[in-house]
């Protein structure tokens, strides 16, 4: 495979996984640009390491036409002259980098992976161009039978992966209390229309995976993300459920146009600055208990939390079935 008469290298590394075996896997592919491993958090050695499996990203553009307070695009994309406003990269280019990972990990004993392509950016923001994303993207996945795309998003664009239907794309909704939502996510639909949607997906046969994140303990928020929950499974029931409670890296807040939400913040992580542990605790227990007791669901993990707050929660991170994991 060439790019600009260059061949693309895949590159590969060896990771230690959370279980504590050893694995050889893809670490970029040519310059990274498009793929690359999201490897920042170290092996969980203390208490205070942020649990989170080194999963791909598919970098396929950037940005957000939302804006989220806590946004931490706001912080990474903070030296771009656009900012957070959403680019798309070349599809030819797309296109090669994931032709030359397909060529080189579908017909040996590499692992099946998913390639994230909401970390950087919302996976629906590009549907109405003449060439929508995922008609795109899906129609490169669909060549092979071993690695899978996820979208995540809170985009109400769900009209093309309606129609596609394909088994290569895992839809994952970014959800919170609507209280919540209407305070500090400004411009994205309502979280009604985002699990209406996820509804649909999950009605035409898509895995949909949510994301219950940031939580926020707002007044009376055990009210808030109770009603939450029983309006999500009143609905549908999702494949897995991801709990992550507000958290901001510096740079993000420094960037951030509305601090409001940076009063909530009052420890020093790995990741940033966290919620009060006491309390991130309170809120992970009544959520994952009410699920347990009230819908018999279990399949729930933690995004970027500690290995302490894992430990706490009697919760086992060493095979993790988080939203970006397999």
Same mark, same amino acid.
């Given at each position: 495979?060439?790019?600009?008469?260059?061949?693309?290298?895949?590159?590969?590394?060896?990771?230690?996984?959370?279980?504590?075996?050893?694995?050889?896997?893809?670490?970029?592919?040519?310059?990274?640009?498009?793929?690359?491993?999201?490897?920042?958090?170290?092996?969980?050695?203390?208490?205070?390491?942020?649990?989170?499996?080194?999963?791909?990203?598919?970098?396929?553009?950037?940005?957000?036409?939302?804006?989220?307070?806590?946004?931490?695009?706001?912080?990474?994309?903070?030296?771009?002259?656009?900012?957070?406003?959403?680019?798309?990269?070349?599809?030819?280019?797309?296109?090669?980098?994931?032709? /030359?990972?397909?060529?080189?990990?579908?017909?040996?004993?590499?692992?099946?992976? !998913?390639?994230? %392509?909401? +970390?950087?950016? #919302? $996976?629906?923001?590009?549907?109405?161009?003449?060439?929508?994303?995922?008609?795109?993207?899906?129609?490169?996945?669909?060549?092979?039978?071993?690695?899978?795309?996820?979208?995540?998003?809170?985009?109400?664009?769900?009209?093309?992966?309606?129609?596609?239907?394909?088994?290569?794309?895992?839809?994952?909704?970014?959800?919170?209390?609507?209280?919540? /939502?209407?305070?500090?996510?400004?411009?994205?639909?309502?979280?009604?229309?985002? !699990?209406?949607? %996820?509804? +649909?997906?999950? #009605? $035409?046969?898509?895995?949909?995976?949510?994301?219950?994140?940031?939580?926020?303990?707002?007044?009376?928020?055990?009210?808030?993300?109770?009603?939450?929950?029983?309006?999500?499974?009143?609905?549908?029931?999702?494949?897995?459920?991801?709990?992550?409670?507000?958290?901001?890296?510096?740079?993000?807040?420094?960037?951030?146009?509305?601090?409001?939400?940076?009063?909530?913040?009052?420890?020093?992580?790995?990741?940033?600055?966290?919620?009060?542990?006491?309390?991130?605790?309170?809120?992970?227990?009544?959520?994952?208990?009410?699920?347990?007791?009230?819908?018999?669901?279990?399949?729930?993990?933690?995004?970027?939390?500690?290995?302490?707050?894992?430990?706490?929660?009697?919760?086992?991170?060493?095979?993790?079935?988080?939203?970006?994991?397999?």
């Amino acid at each position: 495979m060439k790019e600009q008469g260059r061949k693309i290298a895949v590159k590969y590394q060896e990771y230690l996984n959370l279980n504590g075996e050893r694995c050889k896997l893809v670490s970029q592919v040519g310059d990274g640009s498009i793929i690359r491993r999201f490897d920042k958090t170290p092996s969980p050695n203390s208490p205070d390491d942020v649990i989170c499996p080194h999963f791909l990203e598919l970098k396929w553009g950037y940005g957000c036409p939302y804006q989220c307070a806590w946004c931490y695009l706001q912080g990474t994309l903070r030296f771009l002259p656009t900012k957070t406003k959403p680019m798309i990269k070349d599809y030819s280019k797309i296109q090669l980098h994931l032709e /030359s990972f397909f060529d080189c990990t579908t017909s040996n004993g590499y692992i099946p992976e !998913i390639l994230n %392509a909401g +970390e950087i950016a #919302d $996976s629906l923001m590009a549907e109405n161009r003449e060439k929508p994303f995922s008609k795109f993207i899906i129609s490169i996945f669909d060549t092979q039978r071993k690695h899978k795309v996820l979208f995540l998003s809170k985009s109400g664009n769900i009209n093309n992966i309606l129609r596609l239907g394909s088994d290569r794309l895992i839809p994952s909704f970014t959800l919170n209390a609507p209280a919540v /939502s209407d305070r500090w996510e400004k411009g994205a639909p309502s979280i009604e229309k985002r !699990i209406g949607d %996820a509804r +649909e997906l999950s #009605d $035409s046969g898509y895995p949909v995976r949510i994301r219950i994140d940031p939580i926020i303990p707002i007044e009376n928020w055990e009210s808030e993300y109770l009603n939450l929950i029983q309006s999500i499974f009143t609905e549908f029931r999702p494949e897995r459920v991801t709990l992550g409670s507000l958290r901001g890296l510096q740079s993000t807040i420094n960037n951030a146009h509305d601090k409001t939400w940076v009063n909530y913040l009052s420890e020093r992580s790995g990741w940033g600055k966290k919620i009060e542990a006491s309390i991130r605790y309170s809120t992970y227990k009544l959520i994952i208990d009410h699920l347990r007791d009230n819908y018999n669901y279990k399949s729930v993990s933690l995004c970027k939390e500690t290995k302490q707050m894992w430990q706490t929660l009697s919760m086992n991170y060493y095979d993790i079935k988080c939203n970006c994991a397999w």
